[in-house]
């Protein structure tokens, strides 16, 4: 914990945590006595990107789904922007202003680009709210604009399950951008990309990654070193190592763990 | 190229979600001009009758379209909100079939002639209100709806779907049924509530009441089927579609999903509830025999059959297997259960979409190519004029 508050950049950080825009405290969670993630701490700003790495099992998705609600933390806090979000449920939680992509591509199959932009458009969202929603300008223009951002303003009427798989997983970064979250939670955003389309990624979340928080995993060291302001290393449950992709490389720990016993 | 970029964003500001597709509304045309136009004057009043009974469950089917077909939430128990529609317009109709004059050699006059027979000697509180025919009108839909409410919200909140769902939605609808027969006092047992006259003062056993009701019926029938469309029509539509693929990605959209599967199965009650309410009015009783397990079932593979994703389809479907019920039960009526269960399993595995699917993929297709085959459009339009029309009908 203290390893971290040390490494942070922002001055003063130590004496304000409520400068943070996430703090995840002591999170535990046990699985039937198995705990996947074991005493986790650590703080993101507002406008970082953060990158999660780890080796396999090593609980990186479990913290994403502890963050947004979908699995319940056993012990432990998550404040987002000083609000507690253990007790908050999904929906709540997207509300907050927290988006998660996940792994899989995750869209409407059997609905059109547009629609699929349209249901995560933050209005209308109770039950009489989505039966009364209007299809105005407003909406049409925030999708078409988005759209045009990932590369999918030719596909507007096609139905979802047609597109590729860099396509699909372009479509649900989009959907979140419509949400508009200060803090976006993206698992693997490049895995199954072609080059071409990995290029394409990079470039359109560096574009959107302005004026909010990311928190990725990501196994691609490259694409890390690309965009990570810092980088936080998972193993087995508990947080190994943190700091800069150069302090993370040359971190006898991390060393041994990715590169042998 | 700019150009295919600004006509596409043109095309959909113009059109992109009408409330009716013109296929649709001819769809429309054609079945209300069947029910409320041919039907009349092609059928006796008997025959017309059974269709007005049949097209009661076409509500139920409806209802269905949008839980099941629209929200991927099947439910075995739809008889359970058709009968206490009907019991609630029935409770009415034998409070005013049972006045004083027409029960005096009772024991107790005044009361319904079941419960007489039962040593219950006051009218029980839950009946009282349904001497007012504007609070039965209300009640009519309020009680199955509400308890539609009450055990979807307990259930999809704890985030129970699926078949646990469907079977406890067919549990319930064995535990009324053995309520209604075992509390014979106050429900009429096993028999139901029968011998029932007069609506206000309107006697509904005549020929030309008959008549009346079946064109309610038609009527309200149109009316829910409009209702269905806007529902699917609106953003709520989609995002049950949405919530049938992938729950977990709706809730991650910021959107409680348990709200909004209360309201799809609190909508189907509530049309299931109106079908049970004209079908104790049209053939003048209501008993245990439409709450149970197999009309529910029954109910299902009217949708089935029409199409699950369908509301003109899901009355075609009622329609049909209720004629075939008619006439194969008449002339084999130990085979009819076989063939039903036969004909829902033809269905599911080879037409998936029930009628409507293979109206869609097969005859649609077809009409279309008619239609414009006969009006030889000009060909430097054409192709532009494709793109748009041909995207979006799958």
């Known amino acids: 914990m203290n390893a971290a508050l040390l490494s942070s950049p922002v001055v003063g950080a130590e004496a304000m945590p409520a400068d943070y825009l996430l703090a995840v405290e002591a999170l535990t969670v046990s699985f039937d006595g198995f705990k996947a993630v074991n005493d986790v701490s650590f703080y993101v700003d507002p406008d970082e990107i953060r990158v999660i790495i780890g080796p396999n099992g090593a609980g990186k998705t479990t913290v994403l789904d502890l963050i947004c609600g979908r699995t319940k933390a056993s012990t432990g806090s998550i404040k987002y922007k000083g609000q507690e979000l253990t007790k908050l449920s999904e929906s709540a939680i997207v509300q907050a202003g927290v988006g998660r992509k996940f792994q899989t591509p995750s869209i409407y199959d059997d609905l059109t680009v547009f629609e699929n932009l349209e249901i995560s458009f933050p209005r209308g969202r109770s039950v009489f709210g989505a039966l009364t929603f209007k299809r105005d300008a407003e909406v049409r223009d925030r999708i078409h604009e988005i ?49 071409g389309e990995r290029i394409k990624t990079a470039e359109l979340l560096n574009q959107i990654i302005k004026g909010r928080s990311v928190l990725v995993i990501e196994h ?19 947080v190994l190592s943190e700091g800069s992709m150069e302090r993370v490389k040359t971190d006898p720990k991390v060393i041994e763990v990715y590169l042998g016993h | 190229m700019t150009n295919p970029v600004q006509t596409l964003t043109k095309s959909v500001t113009v059109n992109d979600n009408p409330f009716m597709k013109p296929v649709e509304w001819l769809s429309l045309a054609l079945l209300a001009g069947v029910i409320l136009v041919v039907l009349p004057l092609a059928l006796d009043g008997f025959r017309l009758n059974l269709v007005g009974k049949y097209l009661t469950y076409a509500f139920v089917a409806l209802g269905l379209v949008i839980c ?35 029960t005096k050699i009772q024991s107790t006059p005044g009361i319904p002639d079941f419960m007489d027979w039962n040593q219950i000697t006051a009218l029980p509180w839950f009946w009282q209100p349904f001497k007012s025919l504007p609070l039965t009108l209300i009640l009519v839909v309020a009680v199955p709806v509400l308890f539609a409410l009450i055990i979807s919200y307990a259930m999809f909140k704890r985030r129970v779907g699926g078949t646990y769902f469907a079977i406890i939605t067919q549990a319930i609808a064995a535990i009324l049924t053995i309520l209604i027969v075992g509390q014979q006092g106050y429900t009429g047992g096993i028999n139901g509530i029968t011998d029932l006259r007069t609506l206000h003062g309107w006697d509904i056993r005549t020929d030309h009441a008959k008549v009346i009701l079946y064109f309610v019926n038609g009527g309200l029938l149109i009316a829910c089927i409009l209702a269905a469309q806007y529902v699917k029509k609106s953003k709520l539509g989609r995002i049950l579609v949405a919530m049938r693929d992938k729950e977990d990605r709706v809730r991650f959209s910021g959107y409680s999903v348990a709200g909004f599967k209360v309201f799809a199965f609190c909508l189907a009650a509530g049309f299931a509830a109106i079908g049970g309410a004209m079908f104790t009015l049209q053939v003048g009783f209501m008993s245990p025999s439409f709450v149970g397990i197999v009309p529910s079932i029954e109910m299902v593979i009217y949708a089935a059959v029409g199409g699950r994703l369908s509301l003109f389809g899901a009355v075609w479907g009622t329609l049909l297997v209720n004629w075939a019920k008619t006439s194969f039960s008449e002339s084999f009526p130990d085979l009819w259960l076989f063939g039903l269960g036969a004909l829902f399993i033809a269905v599911v595995l080879a037409f998936p979409n029930g009628l409507a699917g293979i109206w869609r993929e097969q005859i649609e297709p077809r009409l279309t190519r008619r239609v414009k085959g006969l009006r030889a459009p000009p060909p430097a339009i054409a192709p532009s004029q494709k793109a748009p029309v041909g995207a979006p009908a799958e």
């Not at chain 1, 980088?231 to 508990?238: E, F």
């Not at chain 2, 008889?79 to 004059?101: N, R, T």
Request: charged letters at 20%.
């Open chain 1, 220 to 238: 691609d060291m490259k694409f890390v070193e690309d965009i990570a302001h810092r980088v936080t290393v998972l193993h087995q449950g508990k």
């Open chain 1, 147 to 195: 759209a045009q951002t990932i590369f999918l303003k030719d596909q507007l009427k096609e139905r979802a399950e047609f597109l590729s798989h860099g396509q699909k997983q372009w479509l649900e970064i989009g959907m979140l951008l419509i949400q508009d979250p200060e803090l976006l939670m993206l698992d693997e955003p490049v895995a199954g990309m072609s080059v």
């Open chain 2, 68 to 102: 099941w077909g629209y929200a991927g939430i099947l439910s075995l128990g739809q008889g359970v909100f058709f009968g206490l529609g009907g019991y609630c317009m029935a409770m009415y109709l034998k409070l005013e079939a049972s006045s004083v004059e027409n």
